[in-house]
């Protein structure tokens, strides 16, 4: 969390990657250090005990939601799309 909000205030697209476990405490880091809009992306939970072979899959499969998350548009206040974005299900 704390990398990408370096970079996002360098200028540089970032985005949190984190299994959807972890969507509300994410939400609520972005929020107590002032970037309730940082992207965020969500890949199923759990991921610790995956092989390496799940883990290239799932990486691959949450490739298209990253790319999104960093292309799409910085949001205003009111706008929520590259927040919380749903990685592979």
Same mark, same amino acid.
């Given at each position: 969390?704390?990398?990408?909000?370096?970079? &996002?205030? #360098?200028? !540089?697209? =970032?985005?949190?990657?984190?299994?959807? #476990?972890?969507?509300? $405490?994410? #939400?609520?880091?972005?929020?107590?250090?002032?970037?309730? +809009?940082?992207? *965020?992306?969500?890949?199923?939970?759990?991921?610790?005990?995956? !092989?390496? =072979?799940?883990?290239?899959?799932?990486?691959?499969? =949450?490739?298209? $939601?990253?790319? $999104?998350?960093? !292309?799409? @548009?910085?949001?205003? !206040?009111?706008? &929520?799309?590259? *927040?919380?974005? +749903?990685? @592979?299900?």
């Amino acid at each position: 969390m704390h990398d990408c909000l370096y970079f &996002e205030g #360098e200028g !540089t697209p =970032a985005v949190v990657v984190a299994s959807a #476990e972890f969507r509300d $405490a994410a #939400e609520a880091q972005a929020r107590a250090l002032g970037m309730p +809009d940082l992207a *965020r992306v969500f890949v199923p939970h759990p991921i610790q005990d995956r !092989t390496d =072979a799940e883990m290239h899959a799932l990486a691959d499969a =949450a490739c298209d $939601a990253i790319i $999104a998350a960093l !292309t799409l @548009p910085q949001p205003d !206040t009111s706008n &929520e799309d590259r *927040r919380n974005i +749903d990685g @592979p299900s």
